[in-house]
């Protein structure tokens, strides 16, 4: 177990400790709108393999047909497609063979000229194996109905060849669920694609009985799925609640009848943090050296783990986890602690992080997910969230460690850290709720790199500490920076740092931060 945690650790080790710095509505809200269906990408429906036949000629009069080769066409990108064609090898009057290859043109634009016709052009360079090597290549094609017609012309040095590409799509070998939707109130956002993971986002508080949907899918050219678009399941045992539960499976045929593919769909039920009492903890450690290391259990995560692997070097920290439970203001709390971990240079400068000097506990919505070539980006915050909030509130405590230490090259050289008696630490308090494309798409997170600087954020509060020795009320009020649109997709972050400047290395050992009763308010 140690040996796997050492390994992790030279990743985990730079993960930013980060310092940030339902009101009942009488009267119903009116439903917000459906969210609009993005039509099909004509990329999708020209894809496949075409079956053709191959008229070439050159600038040297040679000129001969190929009777049947393929011909292959795929999406790239959003209104994009690349072609391929099958190895040519032509016949020239001398009897020589004059080989070219396969042309590989890419992210070549889709135009759209009326129902399923489509034309596309575009200029490249490329570089073949044989014959001709480096060759301008220039592309001009449609596709109406079904059947490719295009010309590619090589222009090399010493030669220029045209290619005419003429011929029907044959049987798709395509399995894919290009997209599902569903119309019902319930719905929080549209279902995401994820490889072959279908995630479908409910709004929170939704009962069993509502959990049964007749999902409209678009599928690969040709191809049939079992169950079919338009056929009601109940998903009510699909909801991945972090425990067991049962995918429901779409089988996807394509249309050559070829293997099949299988669609694992689940359902997420809306984050509903109306309330945390931290009353219930979690082990985070399988390890028993690291038995008291616990996080509250659902929807937080802390800075745990990362104290657990600098342990993994005997004296750089003697202390135990930096969040756990303590007494709150009714039951448990969350403690949450600055830690000298002494500092350590890097063991590979270049490959591998250093150890700080001083590491800020945090209490965080969110998750964990390696980054390596920026670990900073490793801290992605907020969880998806269906509600306006306006505020956030609950009870705080904060004792500031005795001695401040600041480390002036946080970027460089966060494993040094000067004393600074002109200092006293401060907590920080935060919420931030900021706009995503998608909920499953992990370029869409902020991290600790822009958690406070994006332009993704819609609304934000803030508030810092110097003391409070006795437990009292805080409250964040959000200001919103953008007008909030119910059909759009929003994650909320909630942090809670016992050092304002960890996320710069710098703060007091042993500053101490309780919360309990934290509650968020929504419009």
């Not at 990108?77 to 064609?85: A, D």
């Not at 920290?317 to 602690?337: E, F, N």
């Not at 942090?495 to 400047?501: A, E, G, N, Q, V």
Request: aromatic share 10%; charged share 25%; proline share 5%.
């Amino acid at each position: 177990m140690k040996k796997n945690l050492l390994i992790l650790f030279l990743v985990f080790l730079s993960f930013n400790f980060i310092a940030c710095s339902d009101d009942d509505d009488p009267t119903p809200a009116p439903p917000p709108p459906v969210e609009p269906v993005e039509p099909i990408d004509a990329a999708y429906l020209v894809e496949g393999n075409y079956d053709v036949y191959t008229m070439w000629t050159t600038s040297l009069g040679h000129r001969d047909i190929i009777e049947s080769s393929d011909f292959h066409v795929s999406k790239v990108g959003q209104g994009l497609i690349k072609i391929e064609t099958e190895y040519i090898e032509l016949d020239t009057a001398s009897g020589k063979k004059m080989r070219i290859g396969t042309i590989v043109l890419d992210s070549i634009p889709l135009q759209i000229i009326g129902e399923n016709n489509y034309t596309f052009e575009t200029t490249d360079s490329l570089d073949f194996e044989y014959t001709i090597k480096k060759s301008e290549a220039i592309i001009k094609g449609s596709v109406i109905n079904g059947v490719v017609s295009a010309t590619i012309t090589l222009n090399a040095k010493d030669i220029s060849i045209s290619l005419i590409f003429d011929g029907g799509q044959v049987a798709n070998n395509k399995a894919d669920i290009v997209r599902m939707s569903i119309h019902d109130e319930v719905i929080g956002g549209q279902p995401e694609i994820k490889g072959t993971t279908i995630t479908i986002f409910v709004k929170p508080g939704t009962p069993l009985e509502k959990l049964k949907f007749a999902p409209e899918i678009t599928l690969s050219k040709n191809a049939v799925s079992n169950p079919a678009s338009g056929e009601l399941i109940d998903f009510s045992k699909a909801i991945d609640n972090g425990g067991d539960f049962k995918y429901v499976n779409y089988v996807v045929l394509p249309e050559d009848k070829s293997d099949t593919k299988i669609y694992r769909v689940k359902i997420q039920i809306g984050n509903d943090f109306s309330k945390s009492s931290f009353e219930k903890w979690t082990p985070e450690g399988t390890d028993e050296d690291y038995a008291d290391f616990k996080k509250p259990i659902a929807n937080w995560s802390t800075s745990n783990p990362g104290v657990m692997l600098i342990m993994m070097f005997p004296g750089l920290h003697t202390g135990r986890a930096i969040v756990s439970d303590v007494a709150g203001q009714t039951g448990k709390g969350a403690s949450i602690k600055t830690a000298n971990t002494t500092g350590m240079v890097s063991i590979a400068p270049g490959y591998f992080p250093s150890i700080p000097k001083i590491t800020s506990g945090s209490l965080f919505l969110g998750s964990f997910i390696v980054d390596m070539v920026n670990t900073l980006k490793s801290t992605k915050f907020g969880l998806p969230y269906f509600k306006k909030p306006t505020k956030v509130k609950g009870f705080f405590k904060y004792t500031p460690g005795a001695e401040y230490f600041i480390c002036n090259d946080w970027k460089n050289a966060n494993h040094i850290a000067e004393l600074d008696p002109t200092k006293t630490d401060e907590c920080a308090l935060s919420a931030v709720l900021y706009e995503v494309s998608s909920f499953t798409n992990e370029n869409n997170l902020l991290t600790g790199v822009d958690i406070f600087t994006s332009d993704k954020i819609v609304a934000i509060a803030q508030k810092f500490s110097a003391g409070q020795a006795d437990l009292a009320e805080f409250e964040l009020v959000l200001d919103y920076k953008k007008e909030y649109d119910s059909s759009k997709k929003y994650r909320l972050a909630v942090i809670f740092s016992s050092s304002k400047d960890g996320d710069k290395f710098s703060g007091a050992p042993e500053s101490l931060l309780v919360v309990d009763e934290v509650e968020i308010i929504n419009e």
